[in-house]
């Protein structure tokens, strides 16, 4: 089987003298099963040059884009229309025909691609790509096509804000399998579906023009291997980090830098906590790491100002609970922290999934908080599940977490191990590809 995978991002990084396919995240979970049979992945090319690069057996073909289409399809239709929309932030919801015809043109350039890539199964990935799928079976009907979403699916009442909401729909439609993190984003696609299209929906299918399409919940999870392996490397770098803290017990928090994260209401519950309980204002340190993000958007770059004063004015009040990084850090630095952490702050307002908190479990050293609006709360109920928005409960569940009795925690920290490791992502991957292709036979 060859696999041709498109994503909005392409999986390489620069090194000195050419490319080297990246080390994390979705690129190292679908590479083993790309390699097989000589696969295929079609992306952006940030570049803007364009063409096909082949690296350890993986051909990437690089789709170049003018700054214009960026701005629309990529800045406006993705990150400004799809993305607040499918997070449930209809206040930071903005449309534009243009971004949409746009993210049209960008997606049936991605199409084409794919179809020049030659004979092969199609793996869609993502908002960046709905419409995809069907531009793909138009011109090729019999092909074997699956689709991805990696975000949350809103409920209609939201979703039907969208100008294009059928058209959404019917753009991932045309592929013979749809997967979603968690059974409630899978019910709320196929209430869009029947509502805006029609379409007949029963128990893991919508039946729409004469064809019947998969919809499955198919939660990804981490490379559970590779995380043990960070974990064991960061063990001196950690050990840096708490006698840096001196002896204070620690807290990390990393996210993009996005307004879904929660990161403001979360230093708003840790500054609640340290007024709460003074007990703890000198023996605590929170490290928030906040990676860079969609930094052209004015929404993002309002956050930013927000998080930094935050952080001011929290370090003058409590001098030496918060350290802030902006920046993106290398995994082993980042496995680091989480290994000193006693204890993680993952508290996003929405998030499809959240694989932080599965790094956490993995690498770190005490449980994670989590907030229930994070399709992970559902597959790791043994965290301490808190609602983001309530800062004096945030409060409360840090001073919760910090005083656990350690055969509670231990005992907990073992069975979210258990559960990271049945989501691990190469489980996911073959579960996904598994389904896609059986369905051929
Ligand atoms: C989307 C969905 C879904 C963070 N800081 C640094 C860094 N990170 C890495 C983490 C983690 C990744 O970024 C973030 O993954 P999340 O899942 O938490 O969030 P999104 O980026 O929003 O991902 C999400 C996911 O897709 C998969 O389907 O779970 O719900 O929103 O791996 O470690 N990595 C490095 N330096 C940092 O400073 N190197």
């Not at 030659?118 to 709905?130: A, E, I, R, T």
């Not at 531009?135 to 039907?160: Q, T, Y």
């Not at 000193?340 to 449980?367: C, F, I, K, S």
Request: overall charge positive; aromatic content about 10%.
């Amino acid at each position: 089987m060859r696999l041709i995978v498109l994503a909005n991002r392409e999986p390489l990084r620069r090194v000195a003298g050419g490319w080297q396919v990246s080390v994390g995240g979705l690129a190292a979970a679908l590479y083993p099963a790309l390699r097989v049979g000589g696969g295929t992945w079609v992306a952006w090319d940030p570049g803007g040059e364009g063409g096909t690069v082949v690296v350890d057996g993986l051909r990437v073909v690089r789709v170049p884009l003018s700054p214009r289409e960026v701005a629309m399809y990529y800045g406006g239709l993705a990150n400004r229309a799809l993305w607040p929309l499918a997070h449930g932030f209809l206040e930071k919801f903005e449309w534009k025909r243009a971004w949409w015809s746009a993210y049209e043109a960008v997606n049936r350039r991605f199409s084409e691609s794919a179809l020049d890539a030659g004979d092969g199964v199609f793996w869609v990935h993502d908002y960046h790509l709905s419409l995809a799928p069907r531009m793909i079976r138009e011109r090729r009907p019999g092909a074997r096509i699956g689709f991805f979403w990696h975000i949350p699916w809103p409920s209609l009442d939201i979703f039907s804000a969208l100008p294009a909401a059928a058209a959404v729909v019917e753009g991932i439609l045309g592929a013979d399998l749809v997967g979603f993190h968690t059974p409630e984003y899978v019910r709320h696609f196929q209430a869009a579906a029947a509502a805006l299209l029609g379409a007949e929906v029963g128990d893991g299918f919508v039946r729409h023009r004469g064809r019947t399409v998969r919809v499955v919940a198919l939660p990804i999870g981490i490379d559970t291997e590779e995380a043990r392996r960070l974990r064991q490397a960061a063990a001196p770098k950690a050990h840096a980090i708490r006698e840096a803290a001196g002896g204070r017990l620690i807290l990390v928090g990393a996210d993009r830098l996005d307004y879904t994260k929660g990161i403001v209401e979360r230093l708003e519950g840790f500054s609640r906590f340290l007024a709460r309980y003074p007990r703890f204002r000198e023996r605590v340190r929170l490290f928030q790491l906040t990676t860079p993000s969609r930094t052209s958007l004015p929404a993002y770059r309002e956050l930013k100002k927000a998080i930094f004063a935050q952080v001011k004015a929290i370090s003058r009040r409590f001098p030496g609970a918060l350290v802030h990084r902006y920046e993106t850090l290398g995994r082993g630095d980042l496995f680091a922290y989480y290994r000193a952490a006693d204890a993680a702050l993952v508290t996003p307002l929405r998030d499809g999934m959240n694989l932080v908190v599965q790094e956490y479990v993995v690498g770190g050293a005490g449980l994670p908080l989590l907030s229930r609006f994070a399709g992970a709360a559902r597959y790791f109920p043994e965290a301490v599940l808190v609602n983001p928005y309530d800062s004096e409960g945030l409060a409360e569940a840090i001073f919760e977490v910090l005083s656990l009795d350690p055969e509670d925690r231990d005992e907990r920290r073992s069975a979210l191990l258990a559960r990271a490791r049945a989501l691990d992502v190469n489980r996911w991957r073959d579960a996904f590809v598994g389904a896609l292709v059986g369905e051929a036979s």
